[in-house]
Structure formats: structure tokens, C-alpha cells
RNA sequence: GCGAGGAUGGCGGAAUUGGCAGACGCGCCAGACUUAGGAUCUGGUGGGGAAACCCAUGGGGGUUCAAAUCCCCCUCCUCGCACCA
């Protein structure tokens, strides 16, 4: 056998080099022609891809590659999500520009991703740091900003007293800081928000409607973390004083049985009241320990419900009940006011309170054929039933009188229906250099005013001094922060935060259609064109913030009249992750696998064979080194098969068996890979190449092998591409069409039938393809092995399944 | 606690609609070629049994001619949410 050897060294680089010559990946709009828009997730550019990374791209690219041999125009772009606190960090550690050390990165992972053959179209590439890039978000926010859909708030950050910085949450868990482990503290601060809870009741109801084509766990998380709740707003007075309280429930039926009030520890009432009753020593006890409970055991429950009375006292406006005040730990300042109405009867946080503290409980709701004695109650009745001592309720059963007593209340001006949201308004200030700066100047006499269109980007300053202390590094770039306002023309500062780097990575697919676009964030035409993300494809990790953020922007943009698209993505999958023994590779544990490393020693084809082949790409993945090597000799084994047919080929002519293999293969490999699921279709390609390698290869016809070069095409691309070449022809394999199937020719003229006794195999029998029911009974029940199982008994039933089995009841 | 998903050989996994459980691969065993094999090729490989056969898809029950697949109960694992009023 005379035989090349395979060397993916030599094959791959040339291969990628002859793509990027040749802009193989390049595309443009063709209306009329059919536009698949595949996406992965924007990665992070911190040094070197993982295999994660690799099996993100890998899965895109074959499905990438799959659609353009299917005649579609396939838009699939690589960027870069290139702001954030690593770059920082590496500047403060090791004195590097963020803007260098990103780049270096950068270009380094941009070579990766080369040596790994995918189908990137790099024309459009780009950072979010670069310019031309946060321009057009600046001017989003800016025309948000006009519409106070951007707005600033008090509200409190982490800070590291001995470090002197701000920290974001994943930097201070467990409520120590992440570099010095000293105490975090909550400070308040002025901060930008977004009012995406003016889109929570869209945003949920497209879950429903418009996200046909996402994972049904992503859907429900994003449900969930919206959080609709209905019920009802109550104003309760409180005693000598003007203002009131109020309060949300989803109970208004049991409003009757209110006998006290929990407030949250930081709510703004809860210091006042206290000191002027003199209570503030037992409030300070409460708020020491509470603001002590770290997230962990706020998670487990572990801690106990307890609270301090404020001394003041507010009405119930429905009873007239005077209603003790009480602080307490439970209650969580952001969600709904902040302010519960305790109704200890019905509500089982509020009965364990109340025995503690010995409140009063009242009974207003009846179950049914059951009395409840609020002296020897030991839990709360939190079902429904009829009212009791409820006034002109009584009587009603309770679902019925959440909406009476709801109504009533807006008629009385006391309250009335409404909805809550978990959702809240995005916090998008960083007190951080690395991000794009916050268009806004801050004018003595006209208060925050945004930069014009006309003087974006605000560019972010080179020389900043990288200490790592103080809050944001921007305030102390003079010639950054004065500037004159916008409107007046007087002295101005600038805003000296940064946006959060969600909002980049929450419009870039956007951008992707019309990457060098200069007169706006996007040409309107182009996104028409490309737009929705056919098939986006990441980590689990992004189901609620990425994933919702983005369709936030994209409604926003469509308000802001930029785009016509109500959601950016209309099929999502969600790839499991990448584990080496039993654990997520990672430095600290020492289980990384290098991909340049496997590039280097087995070539890209090897490695995008095993990651594909080891696991359907939903679910997690075990990284096997054996594994990779049972991928390497199958590349190695079509190389042989290939290599030899190329060079000792007699013109063979198709045998009915080889016309029924090529076939059957077609039509396995084409509907796992619509379905995406690559472990399959390899293997179908496997058992295909198992048939050929038992053959004589001189009468393998040519219509054979190349088909399957053109199956291996969108797993294996550089090898597909020489081999092409080697069988003689000419052009790329991009260029040629996905394999047909006939059906016709995959059924064979002979069949097998399982013949079961009592359900249990016993025999088979091979008989002519269509052969009638009754006839292929007939022949089970003459099987001498049918006749040994029955013994002698008879037939009761016969089931006969045409074309696969016979079933004899006895 | 609530919600979602899962449990199939020594391992990764397959079984699209209820119809031959274990495709394909890894590993292992045997053989061929070989100075050599951690290369390559051939064959074997769920468990028990000499065999006929029997047992087997986390455990228990059920529906059905037929269940990995459908229903009920239980165990364990993973993920998400969580004092949300």
C-alpha cells in the first residue's frame, strides 16, 4: 500500500490560509437568497481560549458549515467582549496598559481560533473597546438618557475599607474582600440606572410568545427572574404622623387579620420612628446582627426570624387596629416597598414572629369543615376559605375577596390592585477605568446634561495611574473630567464612572450586520436583512443576565426607532460544559487542558472529532485523553481509506449494497445534524467507513467516496478539503451542495423480522421486502425455535408489526 | 421548601412514534504482521450458565401482546430560585 501519511501540521495552516486568501467566510446581503445568521457567544479576551471556548466554536462552526452546503448565506461573526476588571487587574499587578494587555490578548486568541479552522467571517470582526464601537453606545444611552429611561439613584456599592476601592459582588463574597480579606462595607452612592422594569411585562410576555425556538429551562428561569406577582398596594397612617406606609401583598383577602407591621432594617421610616420613641439602641442591636447574615445562611434559612419595635404604632385602615411597628430581618428592603402587613394567622413567617415577640392573632380566614383557635394554633393557615370577621366581606370565600377587597380599597383611596415585578432597574455605574465612559457632564446650573451626538465618543483617556485604590481611577484625570457643559457653556465635570460591560455584549449582535457603519449604531437595512440570530449557541451561565439584558436592548432599540425587531435571537442553544476528573478545569485545580497543545499534536480535525463525538452538545462533557486518541486514529483511519482508494481505483461500478450504505448514511448524518446532534452523525459517518474498509477499493465507485469526504466536510475541514482536492477535484468543498438522499435506493429487497413468544425474543427470519401480514404470520409460526418456545401450546393472539416483528400471545 | 433535568455495560454514550436494549467509540481480551509495539489489521467483549436458556436500563408497583420509553410511589445526583410578603 503506498500511502502518504497523514499530517494535520502541514494540511490545517495551509488550508486556513487558502480560506483567509480567498475571503471564504466573506458575506454580504443577496436578497432573495436564504440568510442563516449563526452566533456564539462573544467571548471574554483573557488570554488563551479553553475548551469550552473550543466547543462552543466547534458546534457553531459545523452547523455553520453545514447551512452554507446548504445554499444559505451564513452570517457568522467573532468579536470581542474586551472591556472589564481583568484588564485592570493586570494593569495594577503587573503595570500593563489594560488597553495593551487586551489587545496582545486579543490578537493571540484571534490566532487560536484560526488554528482551529472555524468559518468566521473576519472582516467584521471588532472589540467593544474600540471606539468606533462604544460611540454608538454612548449615544443609545444618551438618547435614553433624554427620555429618562436612564436615570440616577442613591443606592449602596461594596467597599473595602483597607483597600479603598469600590467591589463588585462577585469580588467581595461572603462579604470579605477578595484581595485583603478585610470586612466589606455598604456605602451609598449616586449611581445610573436603566429602567428596564418599564419592559418587564413585554419582556415576559415574548417568553411566552416569541421565544419558541429557547430551551424551556432558559425560559422558565427568565419567568421567574422577572417575577410577576399580582395583588394589592395598601396606605396605612400612622399614628401623629402626615405620611403613611404602604405596603404590598398578594393576600388582600386577609387585610382583616393585620395586627402589626415588619418593616425592613434600611427602611427610610425605620431609623425615625425609632428614635422618636427612644428606641434606637434595640433598633442598632437588630441592624448589627442583621446586616451581619451573610448570603449563605439568608439562602439555607438558617438564622432567626426576629425584630425590634419601633415604638411607633399605624392603623389598619380597615379594622381600625392598632398596628405595633416593628423592624424586622426577614423583611427585604428591595422587593415590592420594603413594608409588610403582618397577618399572623395566615402567613407563617408572620405566626412564628408573632409567638416570638407575643402579638395578637386574628383568625380571617375559615377552612373549610375545620375552626381555627387562634390560643392553640401551632402554624399559620395559609389555604383558602371563607371570611371571617371581615366586615361586609364576611362570608366570601377568600379568592373571591382578593379582588373585592382590592376594589374596595380603590374606591376608599386606601390602595388597590396592582403587580409586582423581582425584576429591577439595571445599576449600570462602574466605578472602574476599563468600560466606556458615561456620556453625561455634570453643569453647575444645569444639572446632568448629556454629550451631543456631535462630540461622541467621549474617548476614554490612555495615561490613568493603575493603584487600585480610591473609587473611580477617571476622577483623577483632570483633563478628563473638566469640561465644559454641553448647553451653557459654563464650568462642567464629566461623569467619571463607566457602563456596565453587559451593555456591550448586549447590542454587538446587532452590530455584527453593519460592522464599519459610520452614520449610526446600525444600518437599519443590514440588520433587516440578517437579523434575528437564527441560531445563537453559549454557556448556561448567560440564561437570565446576558440573555435578558440583550432583549431589553433590542426593544429598546426598536423604541428608540433604530431597528424593527422585537427579539434579537430566535433559536438558542445552550452547551453543556467542559469537565476533566470529575471537576470544571481550572488553574487552581490543575486539570486545564491546553487546546494549543492538542492543536500541536493532533491538529484541529482531531480535536473537534472528539469534542463533538464524546457527548451531544447539551450536555456536559468529559474531557478523555484516550478519548482524543480514538479520534485521532478515526481521522487517521479516513485518511487511509481515502488515500488509498485515490491512488488504486478501478472505476468500480455501484452495487445495489454500496448505493443502499451511501444512502442510508446521507439520510442519517443530514437529520442528526439538523437536530445537532453530532455524536450521532458521526457515527453514522464511522459505521459507513467500517463498511468501505471491508470492501475491495477497487470497486468503490467514485460517487462513494466523495460523498464521503462532502459528510466528514463540516467536522473534519481541512482534511475534507485536501482529500477533495486528492480525489481530483477542483473546487473547495464549500462549494458543493449537501449530499441528497433517495429513498428508493436505501430500501433493500430483503428484511429481517423479530419473532417474539409472549413477548420474548425467540427467533428471526428474513423475508422479501413487503411481503404481506398474513404471510410473514404464516412463516413465524412454521420457525421450528417459534414451535419449541410455544410448547404445544396455541396461538391465542398474533401481533404481527409490518416489516419488523412478529409478537405470538400463547 | 419550590421548579427543571437526570440515573442505561468497566467508561463516554445510542435506541426520532411503546416494537431486537447496549449502535458508535474508549478500555479490556485473543490473534495476525513485526527485531519491537503504546503503530496497524482481524475477531471477541452486559451478568449468570457446559448448554438450552435465565437475568438485566437507580428501587418498588401498574398499564400493555410488547416498557429504557407511558402512569403511581420511593431513593440518589445535577442545575435554577428562595423569608419575594
Known sequence: MSERAYNPQEIEPRWQKRWEDEHAFKVEPAPGIKKYYLLEMLPYPSGRIHMGHVRNYTIGDVAARYKMMNGFKVLHPMGWDAFGMPAENAAIKHKLHPAKWTYDNIAYMRGQLKRLGCSYDWEREFATCDQTYYKWEQLIF?????????????????????????LANEQAEGGVCWRCDSAVELRSMSQWYLRITDYAEELLRDVDEKLTGWPDRVRIMQREWIGKSSGAFVDFEIEGRADKIRIFTTRPDTLFGATFMSLAWEHPLVEELSRSHGRENELKELVARASRIDHQSRLAGTYEKE??????????????WRMPIYAANFVVMDYGTGAVMAVPAHDQRDFEFAKKYGLELKVVIEPDGERLDPSTMTAAWEGPGTLAESGQFTGMRSDAAMKAIADYLKDKGLGGPTVTYRLKDWCISRQRYWGAPIPIIYCDSCGPVAVPENDLPVILPHDVEFTGEGASPLAKVSSFVNAPCPKCGGKGQRE???????IESSWYMFRYSSPKYDKGPVDKSSVSYWLPVDQYIGGIEHAVGHLIYCRYFTKVMRDLGLIDLDEPVANLMTQGMVYKDGAKMSKSKGNVVDPDDMIAKYGADAIRVFILFASPPEKDLEWSDQGLEGASRFVWRLWRLIDSWCEDHGGGVASDEIARWKHRTIKRVTEDVERYHFNTAIAGIMEYVNFLQGLDLKSVPADAIETLILLISPFTPHLAEELWRRAGRKQSVLSESWPVYDEGKIASSMQTIVIQVGGKLRDKIEVPTGMSDEEV??????????????????ARKVIVVSGKLVNIVV
Open 496 to 502: 467619571t464612572d463607566t457602563m456596565d460591560t453587559f
Open 307 to 320: 425584630g425590634a419595635f419601633t415604638g411607633a404604632h399605624c392603623i389598619n385602615p380597615v379594622t381600625g
Open 142 to 166: 444618551t438618547k435614553m438618557f433624554e427620555r429618562g429611561w436612564a436615570y440616577k439613584k442613591t443606592s449602596t456599592v461594596n467597599w473595602c475599607p483597607s483597600c479603598n476601592t469600590v
Open 777 to 794: 404470520k404464516a412463516k413465524a409460526l412454521a420457525s421450528s425455535k417459534v414451535a419449541a418456545a410455544m410448547a404445544g401450546k396455541a
